[in-house]
């Protein structure tokens, strides 16, 4: 990618505490030169370095999990599921890759509030955001959100939409009622600097 386009400094309005020397692609000009429906679709395409392809959707057009993608094939690259796509799902020297930014959503990694689990989602999410210091995850949508998620980095702020508690509508609730939904910490790692906004969590005491 050349130099002009990129930016040493944070998209406006993010104040998280993740490092300020990440580079953030510019993408308001990129023309893409194809479309696709979905992450699926993405992988059957060989990536080419410059080449811009715009995603609508994770699974289906309009899911909320779509984007843009450049093709690099400065590798090795290895799969994340959200911000780096290979052909093969595994570690290629040529990969999809979603502009950098400290600030991702879990249905860009595959999360969806539909009643699956979607710890996977939550932990390959907070795993990229760790890899640059730090960074907002965002839990976007109101709905059926199941997991038993720990959130083992510093740094990260887990932000919802908010939604009404009241008889656990749009709450956060466990997958398996054997744990909450969301703990901080696992009582041997430090997670200094992160924190939880504006969500609702329904508890694990067997009739989640």
């Known amino acids: 990618m050349s130099d002009n386009n990129t930016c040493p400094t944070r998209p406006a309005g993010d104040d998280s505490n993740a490092q300020a020397s990440t580079a953030f692609v510019q993408t308001a000009s990129v023309i893409p030169s194809k479309r696709v429906a979905s992450i699926a679709a993405l992988r059957t395409y060989a990536p080419t ?12 057009a309009g899911d909320g999990g779509g984007g843009l993608f450049y093709g690099s094939t400065s590798g090795p690259f290895t799969d994340n599921g959200g911000t780096i796509i ?6 290629a020297n040529s990969a999809w890759l979603r502009p950098a930014s400290n600030i991702v959503s879990v249905v860009q990694f595959g999360g969806q509030p539909d009643g699956t689990d979607a710890t996977s989602f ?3 999410a907070a795993a990229y955001l760790n890899s640059i210091g730090g960074g907002i995850l965002q839990i976007p949508l109101l709905g059926n959100w199941r997991m038993n998620w720990s959130l083992l980095y510093p740094n990260i702020i887990v932000q919802g939409v908010g ?3 009241d008889s656990d509508t749009y709450a956060i609730h466990p997958y398996s009622i054997a744990s909450a939904p969301i703990t901080m910490g696992n009582g041997m790692v ?4 992160s924190m939880l906004v504006n969500l609702s969590l329904s508890g ?3 009739t989640a």
């Open 190 to 193: 430090e997670v200094r600097g």
């Open 49 to 60: 370095a410059d080449n811009w392809v715009e995603v609508l959707g994770y699974y289906i």
């Open 122 to 124: 939550m932990n390959a």
């Open 86 to 91: 290979t052909q093969n799902a595994g570690t």
């Open 163 to 165: 939604g009404k508690a």
């Open 204 to 206: 694990s005491d067997g």
